[in-house]
């Protein structure tokens, strides 16, 4: 596997910003950001700023593709932009080219390869504190990490190495499981909890940590999704909704979820993307997930 030399991101929102901010200036890179001509000028115009600082990027739209296909193209964006971003992204597709998405949820990779057959997809999520983004700004404390890899990572792969290689140059802290489909699990197991239980009660950490019942509500929606996951055969499931409490409990306080900052700016959340897609997984599976199913009507 050669070093990744070309790259392209596609989503300059909370988690994204982090990540363009340390690959933009890397030596021996090419790194743009992929976007429409609406947002450009959006950011253009406005700017976009990372902890107070301002970001200066490349820019490069799918009508100025030129034939040429990348090393790496990261996915950012929310999950209702997606389908939208594999579009944006085919010009610029090749066989050599590894895609990493970062989204919430679990269903991103099957449908990248199912849409770029024969392309590289792995496997990708950030866990961490959370980033509070207001318009074109984000700000986060660098509490984080990027976990990511394909299926199974006992052997690393040439691809993963390669890009492990760039994010140590980059000083992007990651790690590679073993078994990242059940820590894809993990983190969804997570988020069907804490951003949807956030969302309904409009509580922030501190709030949920304080109220026995919110973190109760949130427990259910946990518990359910981990039924679903014993179905579709994904491995060390016992401890996921310990785990995931942990991680709840020890959040700063004042931090809000990824979905509340969504329901507070009145832009669209991610409800399909976690309750959506283990009401059809509980359908399939035959398991029942009342709680998130409430929560579906609730907030879609």
């Not at 030129?66 to 790496?72: F, S």
């Not at 990779?109 to 024969?118: D, E, M, N, T, V």
């Given at each position: 596997m050669k070093k990744i030399r070309?790259?392209?991101?596609?989503?300059?929102?909370?988690?994204?910003?982090?990540?363009?901010?340390?690959?933009?200036?890397?030596?021996?890179?090419?790194?743009?950001?992929?976007?429409?001509?609406?947002r450009r000028l959006r950011?253009?115009?406005?700017?976009?700023?990372?902890?107070?600082?301002?970001?200066d990027f490349e820019w490069?739209?799918?009508?100025?593709?030129?034939?040429?296909?990348?090393?790496?193209?990261?996915?950012?964006?929310?999950?209702h932009g997606f389908d939208s971003a594999m579009e944006m992204i085919a010009p610029f597709v090749g066989k050599d080219t590894l895609i990493l998405p970062l989204l919430?949820?679990?269903?991103?990779?099957?449908?990248?390869?199912?849409?770029?057959?024969?392309?590289?997809a792995l496997y990708g999520f950030f866990l961490g504190h959370a980033?509070?983004?207001?318009?074109?700004r984000v700000s986060h404390d660098g509490v984080g990490k990027l976990y990511f890899g394909k299926e199974e990572n006992h052997v690393i792969s040439p691809e993963v190495s390669a890009v492990a290689e760039?994010?140590?140059?980059?000083?992007i802290s990651y790690e590679i499981p073993g078994d990242m489909?059940?820590?894809?699990?993990?983190?969804?197991?997570?988020?069907?909890?804490?951003?949807?239980?956030?969302?309904v009660f409009r509580a922030d950490y501190g709030t949920l940590q304080k109220n026995p019942e919110?973190?109760?509500?949130a427990q259910h929606l946990m518990e359910e999704a981990v039924k679903v996951a014993v179905k579709a055969g994904v491995n060390d499931t016992e401890k996921m909704v310990q785990s995931a409490m942990e991680v709840i409990l020890t959040m700063p306080p004042q931090a809000k979820t990824s979905m509340l900052q969504d329901i507070l700016s009145s832009r669209p959340t991610e409800v399909d993307l976690f309750a959506g897609t283990l009401c059809r997984l509980g359908k399939q599976y035959s398991v029942e997930v009342p709680c998130n199913e409430e929560v579906l009507k609730q907030l879609s």
């Open positions: 070309n790259i392209l991101l596609i989503g300059l929102g909370a988690i994204g910003t982090l990540y363009a901010a340390l690959l933009r200036n890397l030596p021996g890179i090419r790194f743009r950001i992929l976007v429409d001509e609406k950011y253009q115009t406005n700017g976009v700023f990372l902890n107070g600082e301002k970001l490069i739209s799918p009508d100025q593709a030129t034939g040429e296909k990348v090393d790496l193209i990261l996915i950012a964006t929310k999950s919430n949820g679990i269903t991103a990779p099957a449908s990248l390869r199912k849409r770029f057959s024969g392309t590289e980033s509070v983004r207001e318009g074109t760039l994010f140590d140059r980059a000083g489909k059940s820590a894809l699990w993990k983190k969804y197991v997570l988020n069907v909890g804490v951003n949807q239980a956030s969302a919110m973190l109760d509500f």
